[in-house]
């Protein structure tokens, strides 16, 4: 039975927990009183599930149940997790969080909060215990963060329970051991944001000029090594010591107005308003979140590859459900490998998409499955392999650019030293190609076939057990130019 987490406000950041937690085999009830909650949560949960299954290389557990209730009350009974992401006022999270405690005082309660402290959240709540920062960003379906934040009324057993719920659903909570206001992530923000206001309001720069100064340079760095690991590099062979050295004088130089703010006013509004509208506003928002949600996973993908970063949690996460799959009876179906989307180079001078893609698609599969049987990277690094022997594909349909396609594929048979397997690639519904492969497994130093290691076996066979009821593909066995059936 699917476990139940509570979303309370439906927001942008509470679309994204109530997505999060979908995607991930949670049932999520969802509370929010605006009348147009339902479509702004579906629209948010349309693009993470386009995008989160895309990080994945393991097969995605079958979605939750999503409701939406009518109360607070009818939202948090019988859930195992609460997550409270209303409006920044701490007179209505008092509200909520005691309307909650009714119902469930003893259940967690992590709050989406970007400024308050957890002592604040926890005044006059009934079980103050049970109420803690989880502070995520922005999209909650694909970042890993989520800041968590006790206060000495935390008892550490509940934290770290909520801590490792967290981890379930993929993310990667950080766990701040003295609280603050605006917490970690959010005071850098709020010192870059400080600055760049100031930037603007002085005519220095424009938004898109302060935009690109960031995404062009320093914003990729941060991105896979953080602040500090940057300026240790920055400090050549010498270090850290050395960077601090030849750096440390112009802290005193006014090269910042960290301790100044501009006058909030509606002339500074507008003038960032109106710089904001012409850089950016030939784009709806929904369309700036799927070009952000496109190039995260980009991002994220390339940092996966290297476990490095956000992309070791990606690993981390992977490895656990991989564990949870071979726990679970496999199940007689063709398994969803991969998440794949149609992109420019992939198409050639009559607009579909080349051979040579198809073939990508399908290696991309069955290299998401070899991961999941135990035969990865660090599988080969050990001397052993599988080797593609043979290769059969049809052409079933035409892809184009930016088609989502997905690859699944069905075990024919194996044994100690093959395995034959069925590919398809998808779009939605619809086959476009499938392929056909012979694997032979490899010992890579005497370059010839040999068992596969005791472990992979334990993971493939009982799901060549499961596949072995499935109907056969009619493709399957059929050589080239032999009519369809």
């Known amino acids: 039975m699917a476990r139940k987490a509570a979303i309370i406000g439906g927001g942008v950041i509470g679309g994204g927990w109530a997505a999060r937690f979908l995607l991930n085999g949670w049932d999520v009830a969802v509370f929010d009183p605006d009348p147009q909650a339902e479509r702004k949560i579906g629209e948010v949960l349309a693009n993470a599930r386009a995008a989160l299954p895309a990080l994945s290389d393991v097969p995605m557990p079958a979605e939750g149940q999503l409701s939406f209730a009518a109360t607070v009350t009818e939202a948090v009974e019988g859930a195992d997790y609460i997550q409270e992401s209303v409006s920044e006022r701490l007179d209505l999270k008092h509200r909520v969080f005691a309307q909650i405690q009714q119902v469930a005082p003893d259940t967690l309660i992590g709050s989406s909060t970007s400024g308050f402290k957890p002592s604040e959240l926890q005044e006059r709540a009934p079980n103050p215990g049970s109420i803690f920062v989880a502070h995520p960003f922005n999209p909650v379906y694909l970042l890993p963060l989520a800041e968590v934040v006790p206060s000495p009324q935390n008892p550490p057993a509940k934290i770290e329970a909520a801590k490792e719920i967290l981890r379930e659903i993929g993310m990667f909570p950080l766990h701040i051991r003295k609280e603050i206001d605006a917490h970690i992530a959010d005071r850098f923000l709020e010192a870059v944001w400080r600055e760049a206001l100031w930037l603007v309001k002085d005519g220095i720069a424009t938004t898109e000029e302060i935009d690109e100064a960031i995404r062009m340079g320093f914003g990729l760095r941060w991105g896979q090594m953080g602040l500090f690991e940057t300026y240790r590099v920055a400090g050549g062979e010498a270090g850290m010591k050395h960077f601090m050295a030849q750096f440390g004088p112009c802290l005193q130089w006014p090269w910042t107005k960290l301790t100044d703010v501009p006058d909030f006013n509606d002339e500074l509004v507008d003038l960032i308003a109106g710089q904001s509208d012409a850089q950016s506003g030939h784009h709806t928002i929904r369309e700036l979140e799927r070009i952000r949600d496109s190039n995260l996973i980009g991002f994220l993908r390339a940092l996966k590859e290297r476990n490095w970063g956000a992309g070791k949690v990606l690993r981390d996460h992977d490895a656990r459900r991989a564990v949870a799959f071979h726990d679970a009876a496999p199940t007689g179906a063709p398994l969803v490998m991969a998440q794949m989307q149609v992109l420019p180079g992939w198409i050639d001078y009559n607009g579909h998409m080349t051979e040579s893609r198809y073939l990508f698609a399908a290696s991309e599969t069955s290299d998401a499955f070899l991961r999941l049987i135990g035969a990865g990277m660090d599988y080969v690094a050990g001397g ?81 057990e499961a596949h072995r009821a499935l109907p056969r593909p009619e493709a399957a066995g059929r050589h080239v130019g032999q009519r369809r059936a």
């Open 384 to 464: 052993h392999s599988y080797y593609t022997a043979e290769t059969h594909i049809m052409h079933l349909g035409e892809c184009k650019l930016g088609d989502r396609l997905q690859g699944t594929l069905q075990v024919l048979g194996a044994d100690e030293k093959r395995l034959h397997i069925f590919i398809r690639i998808q779009r939605g519904a619809e086959v476009v190609a499938s392929l056909e492969q012979m694997l032979l497994h490899v010992d890579m130093t005497a370059n010839k076939t040999c068992p596969a290691a005791p472990e992979v076996l334990a993971n493939l066979t009982p799901i060549a």
